[in-house]
């Protein structure tokens, strides 16, 4: 089975959750789409390790301790001076 990207399988979760909230359906179909969801949520979740995994290991420095940087928000700007 092929790899599933993370950006399909979070749609797929959403759209499973509007499904469940709905409540129209009913108890089989229910439960198969809540399954589908939990193996959508675990591949999401299982991502967002892996990215965070090698984030860090992208931003240590030559001594191998990890660089705190602060990406800015919204409030703050991206950096730019107007």
Known sequence: MPEIKFEKALKRLEQIVEELEKGELDIDKSLEIFEEGIKMSRICSK????????????????KGELIAELFPTEEEGNGKQD
């Open 47 to 62: 991502k967002l390790n892996e990215a965070e995994q090698k984030i860090e290991k992208l931003t240590r420095d030559q």
